[in-house]
């Protein structure tokens, strides 16, 4: 623990999961030194709350920090901030760099062969959680890349976590996340459906959760997202947009399996016609505006 905890720590993406990511390892005594989010004032307002230096280069902050977490919305944000003119791979020998978005599998072996280039480590740790847990240390987080450094910097990834889960080389735990995702959205469009079909019926939605939680229909996101969905609150946790991107990562890897995955298909477009709406920022609950009469 004293050894990780004399370690600088830099963060790349200080949205809703990053930022509060560095609050907790803050609280917890890690020495946040770096930070960096291309929204310049969100990068200054954090380094000002935990006495931390928001840099302006992204070559900064490897300059800066001896592991580096990255926390970007996809692939192409992924591979601008490691293979940009202006990148973390500079000067970034004896780095460890811990990257936590969803991303395709391919661009994390990717982003670990050329860290190896220039003497640097990669780990993937991808997160099924959302900001209360990222706040707090409790993500689910599913590791990919090489054991031995994920047994590095396992202190830090249990306190950034409440469920940790090493699945394999680089590119698996984005494979596991992808049907983690896919099967999390394809639950919460048929919730989004019966609960739609069930107003439009008449029905007490408040006596059919209640029935869905004791019968086969109950899921986990019965107990996140029912009551945002009939009082239409779709604050966002985890984006429609990044749903529509999720499922379209699982479709893509169903593809390539020779498998058939008409429910992945059927959700991807519900999510990605919300999407091309306008309405991608809204939480994934948000799914439920396509199903309840009268909404859209």
Do not use: W
């Amino acid at each position: 623990m004293r050894v990780m905890k004399n370690q600088k720590i830099g963060f790349v993406g200080l949205g809703r999961m990053g930022g509060n990511m560095a609050r907790c390892l803050n609280d917890k005594g890690y020495k946040v030194t770096a930070l960096y989010d291309i929204n310049e004032n969100v990068a200054t307002e954090l380094a000002q709350e935990i006495d931390a230096t928001a840099y302006q280069t992204l070559a900064e902050v490897t300059a800066h920090a001896d592991i580096i977490l990255t926390v970007v919305t996809n692939d192409a944000a992924m591979d601008a901030i490691f293979f940009g003119e202006d990148n973390l791979l500079t000067g970034a020998e004896g780095r460890t760099f811990i990257n936590c978005a969803t991303l395709t599998p391919a661009l994390h072996g990717k982003l670990e062969a050329n860290a190896a280039q220039v003497g640097a480590k990669c780990l993937e740790a991808c997160m099924a959680s959302s900001i209360p847990q990222a706040r707090k240390g409790e993500l689910f987080l599913m590791v990919g890349g090489d054991e031995a450094e994920f047994k590095a910097n396992k202190t830090l990834l249990d306190d950034l976590s409440k469920a940790l889960h090493y699945v394999g080389p680089a590119g698996k735990a984005s494979e596991v996340k992808a049907l983690v995702n896919m099967v999390m959205n394809i639950n919460t469009a048929a919730l989004a459906e019966g609960l739609g079909i069930g107003d439009a019926l008449g029905l007490d939605l408040k006596m059919l959760c209640d029935i869905f939680s004791q019968t086969g229909a109950n899921s986990r996101v019965l107990e996140t997202d029912a009551e945002d969905m009939i009082l239409r609150d779709h604050d966002c946790y985890f984006s429609a947009a990044h749903a529509a991107k999720d499922s379209g990562i699982a479709l893509g890897l169903a593809a390539n399996a020779g498998i058939n995955a008409p429910l992945a298909q059927a959700t991807f477009e519900q999510y990605t016609k919300l999407t091309e709406m306008g309405k991608g920022e809204l939480d994934k609950s948000g799914i439920a505006e396509l199903t309840f009469k009268g909404r859209i």
